[in-house]
């Protein structure tokens, strides 16, 4: 299977193993960027092992919200950089990320109540 990046460059993934996507992810993608890896992890949680919103805000502090958002996020980059068939990239109801702006990740997300407002906070810092 292969991936195009949205410059046109096609990259191959790997059938031998995850230690080769993941050395792509790296390549490409996240490189010794940690608050992608975070996020990629609490994607692998949930897609990958089907972990709750909540039991992964429990692993990294957050509360479910703020998970959700990070989802969004990291799932809105990685579709900004790459293109595949949307079977690659399922979507679950609750984390849908069409209609969301691309600055503002809490809206179009009516379950999840607000979380308190800090003023202090740049938008880049609420999802670290």
């Not at 608050?35 to 994607?43: G, I, N, P, Q, S």
């Not at 909540?54 to 996020?73: E, M, S």
Request: aromatic content about 8%; proline content about 7%.
């Amino acid at each position: 299977m292969s991936v195009s990046r949205s410059n046109g460059t096609k990259i191959l993934l790997p059938r031998s193993g995850p230690d080769q996507f993941w050395q792509l992810i790296h390549d490409h993608f996240a490189g010794e960027d940690s608050r992608k890896w975070k996020y990629l992890a609490m994607l692998a949680l949930r897609e990958n092992a089907g972990w709750p919103l909540d039991r992964i805000g429990n692993v990294f502090g957050h509360p479910k919200g703020h998970v959700t958002r990070c989802l969004a996020r990291i799932k809105g980059e990685l579709r900004k950089d790459f293109e595949a068939s949307p079977e690659f990239l399922d979507l679950d109801d609750e984390l849908s990320w069409e209609g969301l702006p691309e600055d503002d990740f809490g809206d179009g997300l009516d379950d999840v109540p607000p979380e308190p407002a800090h003023s202090e906070l740049s938008s880049e810092s609420l999802c670290s």
